[in-house]
Nanobody, 121 residues
Framework: QVQLVESGGGLVQAGGSLRLSCTAS????????MGWFRQAPGKEREFVAA????????YYGDSVKGRFTISRDNAKNIVLLTMSSLKPEDTAVYYC??????????????WGQGTQVTVSS
């Protein structure tokens, strides 16, 4: 069964760092651009970052540029989101998605169950 599983969320103080992982099973990972989105309570889902299947191209939402880094390890079927200089406004449930088309989840994209990130002030 094809699925995406996120992990690594938690509670961190403002200014701290976290690293999220998305492990993909099945064929979804092969040759697919992967991405991260987040959704805070009462807000719409927001694009965070995406990486091409080769890892050679990355995209970031304006609110996280310079603070978050997306990467992938195709040998392990893992996509990582390294978050630093975290702010309280980064608090949200973070979702992994594939495939991506630029900064948009492709038609029929697969989503993970989400992992909660909470940044305290």
């Amino acid at each position: 069964q094809v699925q995406l599983v996120e992990s690594g969320g938690g509670l961190v103080q403002a200014g701290g760092s976290l690293r999220l992982s998305c492990t993909a099973s099945g064929s979804i990972f092969s040759r697919s651009a992967m991405g991260w989105f987040r959704q805070a309570p009462g807000k719409e889902r927001e694009f965070v970052a995406a990486v091409s299947w080769s890892g050679g191209s990355t995209y970031y939402g304006d609110s996280v540029k310079g603070r978050f880094t997306i990467s992938r390890d195709n040998a392990k079927n893992i996509v990582l989101l390294t978050m630093s200089s975290l702010k309280p406004e980064d608090t949200a449930v973070y979702y992994c998605a594939a495939p991506m088309v630029g900064t948009i989840a492709g038609a029929g994209a697969l989503w993970g169950q989400g992992t909660q990130v909470t940044v305290s002030s």
